[in-house]
């Protein structure tokens, strides 16, 4: 940073450069997996990162600056190098196997390029860049041992369980009353602000059992982030540039969590998996004080992309029921193997019966296996791509431009198997979206243009990868088959708010009741896109924007499926010069 009250000067009058970077990699793991072959067996894996970072540079005092440029910028490069994992296993257990693994990463960073509120500094006609650049990768990891399993316990545990708490901030702005007028600033050529960010984060729990009585595998991943990237112009006192002034910020913001839980083998067995993400990206240039650009236009950017996927799978199997007496197979003979060994160890070959077991042979009432799985995904993603003006602006001409992209999907699969008795399959999908993409003189903004570059108000749809299509959606798939009873049932619930008439959320391209333009008798253009459509999914998952499938198959006896699937979507896209606003003096409108 500088803070100083002399003079600056470039020897050549070239350019000075204030700038400040910071590269990271932070891991953690732990491992918790137990090599034994005991009677019981546990295995736990905490692993935790806690990182805060941040990385300024800024410019105060009252110098005196000799260049033709002057360069503010902080880079914060951290692509791929924020990973915490957990990994747990039991061993080979003899009755009791449990294994947990949990991960937890806390994530702040703040990446700035600022001019200090009260700074009163003459540039001497140079021009000032402030340049805020962040670039993040999290990934939070909780999962089991994939080197070996048990498979003979009889009572079998894995859960995991991932949790992210991200919040990333981007600034290139000018504090309060930097560089006004009144204090004593003077001679600024161009003004540009640029904050660019590109933030991803998985996070993922896997949580797996396998043995062969009661097996229950859990998983749990959540995500809640907060992504905001600003440029902002001040908020008190006059800002007098004379040349151009430019605020351009670019955000992208991608978000997968996913949870898998699964059991396998035993008299019951059950898997559940738990999704949920709250993931908010946000982008804003704004202009909340006096602006005038003497000689130059005045342009305010926001480029917002934002996507986040909630996956929640869960599957159960049952072991085998016993179509063979004499067999060594089928949960009936594993019980039956249990019992022997318990009778031999206490000398009593009448101590323990097999008629007592809950699985009874083909006289009784039941066998087999029992197994339920439960999936649940909420996905709960809001955007704002913001430009608005709500102050005086003179200039050359005016340009205000919000573009959006906005993807959000929550998937659910719960999916049970259980030869020879009960089979239940759950799956709850949900998303709720809320996206705001407005350009606008807000009420209370006038504007004034002096030149013939006219006034440029437009809310669309932002390119990314060849891609420009909002897209919305939540699907639940259960399945139960082969027992006698098979039930399954899907719920999903697609919520989306991008259109309301209060204007909080939708697409906005306007001059607000209470704003004044007048465009210098130049042209005025206003636009608003926006466009959605269903999410693009893996191969065997539902095509359609909101899906419950729900299957019971295979069948003996009873089979029940029940599914539910409801979308609910608001989209309002709208260029207008409100009842109330003012656009005088203008061209062409289009």
Same mark, same amino acid.
């Given at each position: 940073?500088?803070? %100083?009250d002399g003079t600056?000067?470039?020897?050549?009058?070239?350019?000075?450069d204030?700038?400040?970077?910071?590269?990271e990699?932070?891991?953690?793991s732990?491992?918790g997996?137990?090599?034994g072959d005991?009677?019981?067996?546990v295995?736990v894996?905490?692993?935790?990162?806690? !990182?805060?970072?941040?990385?300024?540079?800024?410019l +105060?005092?009252?110098?005196t600056y000799t260049a033709n440029t002057?360069n503010?910028?902080s880079?914060?490069?951290?692509?791929?190098t924020?990973?915490?994992t957990?990994?747990?296993?039991?061993g $080979?257990?003899?009755?009791t196997?449990?294994a947990g693994?949990?991960?937890?990463?806390f994530?702040?960073?703040?990446?700035?390029?600022y001019v200090?509120?009260g700074?009163?500094l003459?540039?001497?006609g140079?021009?000032l !860049?402030?340049?805020?650049n962040?670039?993040?990768?999290a990934?939070?990891?909780?999962?089991?041992?994939?080197?070996?399993?048990?498979s003979?316990?009889?009572?079998g545990?894995g859960?995991s369980?991932a949790?992210?708490?991200?919040?990333?901030?981007?600034?290139?702005?000018?504090?309060?009353?930097?560089?006004?007028s009144?204090?004593?600033s003077?001679?600024? +050529?161009d003004?540009?602000?640029?904050?660019t960010?590109?933030?991803?984060?998985?996070?993922?729990?896997?949580g797996?059992?396998e043995g $062969?009585?009661?097996?229950?595998? @859990?998983a749990?991943?959540?995500?809640?982030?907060?992504?905001?990237?600003?440029?902002?112009?001040?908020?008190s006192?006059?800002?007098?540039?004379?040349?151009?002034?430019?605020?351009?910020t670019t955000?992208?913001g991608?978000s997968?969590?996913?949870?898998? +839980?699964?059991?396998?083998?035993g008299s019951?067995a !059950?898997g559940?998996?738990?999704?949920m993400?709250?993931?908010?990206?946000?982008?804003?240039?704004?202009?909340?004080r006096?602006?005038?650009?003497?000689t130059?236009t005045? *342009?305010?950017?926001?480029?917002?992309?934002?996507? *986040?996927v909630?996956?929640?799978?869960?599957?159960?199997e049952?072991?085998?029921?016993?179509?063979?007496?004499?067999?060594a197979g +089928?949960?009936?003979?594993?019980?039956d193997s249990? !019992?022997?060994?318990?009778n031999?160890k206490?000398?009593?070959g009448?101590a323990?019966? %097999?008629e007592?077991?809950a699985?009874?042979?083909?006289s009784?009432?039941?066998s087999?296996?029992?197994?339920?799985?439960?999936a649940a995904a909420?996905n709960?993603?809001?955007?704002?791509?913001i430009?608005t003006?709500?102050?005086?602006i003179?200039?050359q001409?005016?340009?205000l431009a919000s573009?959006a992209?906005m993807?959000?999907?929550a998937?659910?699969?719960?999916s049970a198997t259980?030869?020879?008795?009960?089979?239940?399959?759950i799956?709850v999908?949900?998303?709720?979206?809320?996206?705001?993409?407005?350009a606008a003189?807000l009420s @209370?903004?006038?504007?004034?243009?002096t030149?013939?570059?006219?006034?440029?108000?437009s809310a669309t749809?932002?390119t990314v990868d060849?891609?420009?299509?909002?897209?919305?959606?939540?699907?639940a798939?259960?399945?139960?088959?082969e027992?006698?009873?098979g039930?399954?049932?899907?719920f999903a619930?697609?919520?989306?708010?991008?259109?309301?008439?209060?204007? $909080?959320?939708?697409?906005f391209?306007?001059?607000?009741?209470?704003a004044?333009?007048?465009?210098?008798g130049? $042209?005025?253009?206003?636009?608003?896109?926006?466009?959605?459509?269903?999410p693009?999914?893996e191969?065997?998952?539902?095509e359609?924007?909101?899906?419950?499938i729900a299957?019971?198959?295979?069948?003996?006896?009873?089979?029940?499926g029940? %599914?539910?699937?409801?979308?609910?979507s608001?989209?309002l896209a709208?260029?207008?010069?409100?009842?109330? @606003?003012?656009?005088?003096?203008a061209?062409?409108?289009?």
């Amino acid at each position: 940073f500088i803070d %100083s009250d002399g003079t600056i000067a470039s020897s050549t009058a070239g350019t000075v450069d204030v700038s400040a970077m910071a590269t990271e990699t932070v891991t953690a793991s732990a491992s918790g997996i137990n090599t034994g072959d005991g009677a019981t067996g546990v295995g736990v894996a905490v692993a935790t990162g806690i !990182i805060d970072t941040t990385v300024s540079a800024w410019l +105060g005092g009252s110098a005196t600056y000799t260049a033709n440029t002057i360069n503010v910028s902080s880079t914060l490069a951290a692509g791929d190098t924020y990973t915490v994992t957990a990994i747990s296993g039991t061993g $080979d257990s003899a009755d009791t196997g449990v294994a947990g693994s949990f991960a937890l990463t806390f994530l702040t960073t703040t990446v700035e390029a600022y001019v200090e509120a009260g700074a009163s500094l003459d540039l001497v006609g140079a021009n000032l !860049i402030l340049t805020a650049n962040s670039t993040t990768s999290a990934t939070t990891s909780a999962t089991p041992d994939t080197d070996g399993t048990n498979s003979g316990a009889e009572f079998g545990l894995g859960a995991s369980f991932a949790l992210l708490i991200a919040d990333n901030t981007t600034k290139a702005d000018l504090r309060g009353d930097a560089l006004s007028s009144e204090n004593g600033s003077s001679n600024i +050529g161009d003004l540009t602000l640029m904050a660019t960010a590109d933030h991803t984060d998985l996070t993922t729990a896997q949580g797996g059992a396998e043995g $062969d009585g009661t097996v229950l595998g @859990g998983a749990f991943a959540i995500a809640v982030v907060d992504n905001v990237t600003d440029t902002d112009l001040g908020d008190s006192e006059t800002l007098v540039v004379g040349g151009d002034i430019a605020a351009t910020t670019t955000h992208d913001g991608s978000s997968s969590i996913m949870a898998n +839980g699964e059991a396998l083998g035993g008299s019951t067995a !059950i898997g559940a998996a738990l999704a949920m993400g709250f993931v908010d990206n946000r982008g804003n240039a704004t202009a909340r004080r006096n602006v005038t650009a003497a000689t130059g236009t005045v *342009s305010l950017t926001a480029a917002v992309a934002g996507a *986040s996927v909630a996956t929640a799978k869960a599957s159960a199997e049952g072991a085998e029921e016993d179509s063979d007496p004499g067999g060594a197979g +089928g949960a009936d003979n594993q019980r039956d193997s249990k !019992i022997g060994l318990a009778n031999n160890k206490s000398g009593d070959g009448d101590a323990a019966s %097999s008629e007592s077991s809950a699985n009874k042979d083909g006289s009784g009432s039941s066998s087999g296996s029992v197994s339920a799985a439960a999936a649940a995904a909420f996905n709960f993603s809001s955007l704002d791509a913001i430009a608005t003006v709500s102050s005086t602006i003179n200039g050359q001409g005016l340009t205000l431009a919000s573009s959006a992209n906005m993807d959000v999907d929550a998937i659910a699969d719960g999916s049970a198997t259980a030869p020879g008795e009960t089979a239940v399959g759950i799956a709850v999908a949900v998303s709720s979206s809320t996206l705001t993409n407005k350009a606008a003189i807000l009420s @209370g903004g006038d504007v004034n243009i002096t030149g013939n570059g006219g006034i440029s108000i437009s809310a669309t749809m932002r390119t990314v990868d060849a891609n420009d299509t909002h897209s919305f959606g939540a699907a639940a798939i259960s399945g139960a088959s082969e027992g006698d009873t098979g039930v399954s049932g899907a719920f999903a619930l697609a919520l989306v708010n991008a259109g309301d008439t209060a204007q $909080d959320e939708g697409t906005f391209a306007l001059i607000e009741a209470g704003a004044d333009a007048n465009a210098g008798g130049g $042209d005025v253009t206003m636009t608003a896109t926006s466009k959605s459509e269903a999410p693009e999914r893996e191969m065997d998952q539902p095509e359609q924007a909101v899906a419950a499938i729900a299957k019971s198959t295979d069948v003996q006896t009873t089979g029940v499926g029940l %599914s539910i699937a409801i979308g609910v979507s608001k989209h309002l896209a709208a260029a207008e010069v409100e009842n109330g @606003g003012i656009l005088t003096n203008a061209d062409d409108v289009a």
